[in-house]
């Protein structure tokens, strides 16, 4: 078995924003890129999870209430290297000067492209961890984690989202035995357990990597999972 892995499993993101619209359309669109998403409202709540989950980035609004950005960031940097993003609809140089004298690493505008956004993001996961693109090697499995695309014996699968965080769990730990609360927990953490979200997916990927006759990649442990093993 040749294994190649050069990251972790794709990074966590704080949202700290108190509009609720735009927190959400933010939360979907890392969630669609795959990431780990967490969102709060305030400033105090976002520190308390910040201090909870040490993510790899986030994403800061400065008029919140409670606690502004301005102290959020303060307090996350004295501990913390994390990069922080400001996302605020002050635009005067002097807003800009004391965001980024806080400790936050960046600065953008709303309104805002998320195309922009997106790609500020990337920048600053790369700064922190050059690693944080790579490509995974399971027997004939090749996942390209940077463009997010799955080849098996040269033949592209075309994968959702949930199917691709599903399948890298499996890729980066074979051998290794995953319970259904495990997987649910990492790809599903909205989920509270009792469903069979997990072996639909796994039926799902399953099809599609046994599409022309594959061996079996993912098998069932009996009483206990899922585990991914080249025979």
């Not at 890129?33 to 609004?61: H, M, Q």
């Not at 700064?127 to 090749?142: F, K």
């Not at 099809?207 to 585990?227: F, Q």
């Amino acid at each position: 078995m040749h294994i190649i892995i050069t990251m972790d499993l794709k990074p966590t993101i704080i949202i700290i924003e108190d509009e609720k619209e735009i927190a959400k359309f933010i939360d979907l669109e890392l969630q669609a890129e795959g990431y780990n998403t967490i969102v709060t409202y305030d400033g105090v709540t976002g520190l308390s999870k910040f201090r909870e989950f040490n993510p790899d980035l986030v994403i800061l609004d400065l008029m919140l209430p409670v606690l502004d950005g301005i102290e959020v960031a303060k307090r996350i940097r004295k501990t913390s290297n994390t990069p922080i993003i400001i996302l605020t609809a002050k635009d005067n140089v002097e807003d800009k000067v004391l965001g980024l004298d806080s400790g936050a690493d960046d600065y953008l505008v709303k309104p805002f492209s998320i195309e922009e956004l997106l790609a500020r993001v990337r920048a600053h996961l790369r700064r922190v961890n050059p690693a944080v693109t790579g490509e995974v090697r399971v027997a004939d499995l090749v996942m390209n984690l940077d463009g997010r695309e799955v080849f098996r014996d040269g033949r592209r699968l075309d994968l959702s989202a949930k199917e691709f965080e599903l399948l890298e769990i499996f890729a980066r730990n074979p051998g290794k035995v995953f319970n259904r609360f495990e997987i649910e927990e990492k790809v599903w953490p909205e989920y509270t357990g009792g469903s069979n979200v997990v072996d639909v997916y796994v039926g799902y990927l399953r099809r599609k990597l046994e599409l022309d006759g594959e061996r079996r990649l993912i098998h069932t442990v009996r009483g206990v999972g899922y585990v991914l093993r080249k025979e």
